[in-house]
């Protein structure tokens, strides 16, 4: 079974930086594509950003590309979330988990603990 805890939430003034961990655990979790997901308060849940297994494709919609960065270290068995240019509608509860390479869809809906994230202008 696939596991995943996030960490390295915080509170950042706008403009500000975080960087968010994923440790990640079980079977053959580097052969998997991993996002990015945030809740906002009172909004549904939305990904962010997604990578595949050797890093070589990620995809970002258009309200974080350019300011958050999605890397791996299959090594590590951790996915990160660069995130840079922090602005007050970035404000949400962080999530990791592995996803279908083809887009959004979890593989396992258990999303474990998130991280929470609060940018204050």
């Known amino acids: 079974q696939v596991r995943q805890v996030a960490s390295g939430g915080g509170s950042v003034q706008a403009r500000g930086s975080l960087r968010l961990s994923c440790a990640t655990s079980g079977y053959a979790i580097n052969n998997l594509c991993w996002a990015w997901f945030r809740r906002p308060p009172g909004k549904e849940r939305e990904g962010r950003a997604r990578i595949s297994p050797a890093s070589s494709n990620t995809d970002y919609p258009d309200s974080v590309a350019g300011r958050f960065t999605i890397t791996r270290d299959n090594a590590r068995n951790n996915v990160y979330f660069q995130m840079n240019s922090l602005k007050s509608e970035d404000t949400a509860m962080y999530y990791c988990?592995?996803?279908?390479?083809?887009?959004?869809?979890?593989?396992?809906?258990?999303w474990g603990q998130g991280t929470q994230v609060t940018v204050s202008s």
């Open positions: 988990a592995a996803v279908f390479c083809s887009g959004w869809t979890v593989r396992v809906d258990a």
